[in-house]
């Protein structure tokens, strides 16, 4: 967990990013405002092998501009790395203009990284990881993601409403990682968001083994957000500690 903050950081917070490690790989999900830093506390950014972006908002993709800025400008003994970065449809308009309006080239990001658009109908290989995508309820499309390396099943929902797609997709998952940003639910015609109590609806009828909330700030109270989401799911659940761990291989 390298950032589980909403779209403003908690102090000395970050917003969306999480390390997966399996199938062979080192694969960065999400990398918001604050995520690159954190990164590097756990590992060398030349070891990641993969970006992979649920959804087009800044909280979950800025920090690719410091990100593309190490790979491209640090003195390396030969050619930098190279990371994969796997976008949603419509990203290589918004890295452009991200970077363009900030001072860079418009390319900046595609220098550094090797850019893949993905259809979220399609499932991807990811060195030895499977990858799926499911599209969820959001105020830009976003796409919940599936990581499996065979022995553990990873769903993360990214930014959503209520989805009984999500549910469906995330079924039986070994843990399942579900945003918790509202205090209370928006009105019914503009859901891009749940509460915890919704996730703790999401993740029982999903059946996941562990739900672990994030996306929330810390203003909303720790101890509340896994209270509500404990009254609608009887398994495990975590609220979302930056530099928590869960191994999923046992
Ligand atoms: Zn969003
Ligand atoms: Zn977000």
């Not at 990214?158 to 070994?174: K, N, Q, R, V, Y």
């Amino acid at each position: 967990m390298l950032g589980k903050s909403p779209a403003w950081q908690d102090a000395n917070g970050a917003c969306s990013g999480y390390l997966v490690e399996g199938g062979g790989q080192v694969v960065l999900l999400d990398c918001g405002p604050g995520v690159f830093a954190k990164l590097r506390t756990v590992v060398g950014y030349e070891a990641v092998d993969a970006v992979l972006i649920t959804h087009l908002h800044a909280d979950h993709i800025l920090d690719l501009v410091p990100f593309a800025s190490g790979l491209r400008y640090r003195p390396w003994d030969g050619p930098p790395p190279r990371p994969r970065l796997i976008a949603p449809p419509g990203a290589a308009e918004a890295f452009a203009s991200v970077c363009s309006g900030a001072g860079m080239t418009a390319d900046h990001l595609e220098l550094a990284f090797d850019l893949t658009l993905y259809d979220p109908a399609q499932a991807l290989v990811v060195g030895g990881l499977e990858v799926r995508f499911q599209p969820v309820p959001h105020y830009i499309p976003a796409n919940a993601v599936e990581l499996t390396d065979g022995a553990g099943r990873f769903t993360f929902g990214a930014d959503c409403g209520p989805s009984e797609e999500l549910i469906a997709f995330a079924d039986g998952t070994d843990l399942l990682m579900l945003e918790a940003t509202l205090p209370e639910p928006e009105p019914p015609d503009d859901r891009g968001h749940l509460t915890p109590f919704e996730a703790g609806e999401h993740a029982a009828r999903a059946n996941a083994k562990r739900l672990v909330l994030t996306h929330f700030t810390e203003d909303l109270g720790r101890d509340w957000v896994l209270s509500e989401a404990a009254r609608a799911f009887a398994g495990p659940v975590d609220a979302a500690q930056e530099g928590a761990i869960y191994d999923l291989s046992r």
